[in-house]
């Protein structure tokens, strides 16, 4: 049995997985991520405990490690030739999870958007979800046999420094950020050192925890468009989403996915970058 793009959205349940586990062309990958004031590693959490046949996919090592920013995409050469190696060709379905239910995970889908792959979606609830229902996970790992991918880019679904500059300007499109709202506000320290406190001038703050159940699965349709139309969004309009590294911004955009709003750009750099040059216009 093969898994066809018609066969999943942008989330999958748990019990869809849980039944679809053998079909010969699934792809399932373990994109937990901890923020660095953690002290949690996802690949050694990944190799005591993972669902079967799940590879780890290390956003910190498929990345433009060239960059000075954290886990920027990496060129369209470099994701390929790592993807290949992991198994993973142009006809995979892929499931991504994380350990937090849904945080990293989106970060993954997007990027396989990105590189012109849509036959990809998030599992709800990740794998807290999974161990609160008594599925079976391994410690074994996976041994792929490499395939070829060939990436085929998606400029729409990215932004640069440079064009969100240009939008602050424009107000073309409307900016949320998913940081927590003490950020968002300069009330706290950034995380990361040698940031300003603060956000893009002009945005719209939705913290995306906002947009999670306390499983850890999405919020519905009704409640997804509640939390974005009560901060002003209008969800008719274009919206580019941001967040502290690019991570949690991809939750905002699977959300909007999730109502069919599919081609929302993720700006890459976000606040590492945004808050760590001088002219970017902060408020």
Request: proline residues 6%.
């Amino acid at each position: 049995m093969s898994i066809g793009h018609s066969n999943f959205g942008p989330l999958v349940s748990t019990s869809w997985l849980a039944q679809n586990l053998g079909a010969n062309n699934l792809v399932v990958l373990d994109a937990s991520w901890h923020m660095p004031n953690t002290g949690r590693n996802g690949y050694q959490e990944y190799q005591t405990c993972h669902i079967e046949n799940a590879q780890f996919f290390d956003i910190d090592l498929i990345a433009d490690t060239a960059s000075d920013l954290p886990h920027m995409m990496p060129n369209e050469a470099k994701f390929a030739q790592i993807i290949g190696q992991m198994g993973i060709n142009n006809e995979s379905a892929i499931v991504v999870y994380d350990s937090a239910g849904i945080f990293s995970a989106p970060r993954v889908w997007w990027m396989f958007r990105h590189m012109g792959h849509e036959n990809v979606t998030v599992l709800d609830g990740g794998l807290k979800k999974w161990l609160a229902e008594g599925r079976k996970t391994i410690a074994t790992p996976n041994e792929p046999t490499a395939q070829k991918f060939a990436p085929k880019i998606a400029p729409n679904l990215v932004r640069s420094f440079a064009e969100i500059l240009a939008n602050v300007e424009t107000k073309k499109a409307q900016i949320i950020d998913a940081r927590g709202a003490p950020r968002f506000l300069g009330e706290v320290p950034e995380p990361r050192a040698g940031l300003k406190s603060g956000h893009i001038k002009g945005s719209l703050n939705l913290p995306f925890a906002n947009l999670l159940n306390p499983d850890s699965t999405m919020i519905d349709d009704e409640a997804i468009k509640a939390e974005f139309t009560k901060i002003g969004v209008d969800l008719n309009l274009p919206i580019i989403t941001t967040c502290g590294s690019g991570v949690t911004a991809c939750i905002l955009a699977l959300a909007l996915a999730k109502l069919g709003k599919n081609e929302v750009p993720i700006y890459d750099g976000s606040w590492s970058e945004w808050g760590a040059i001088e002219r970017a216009p902060i408020e």
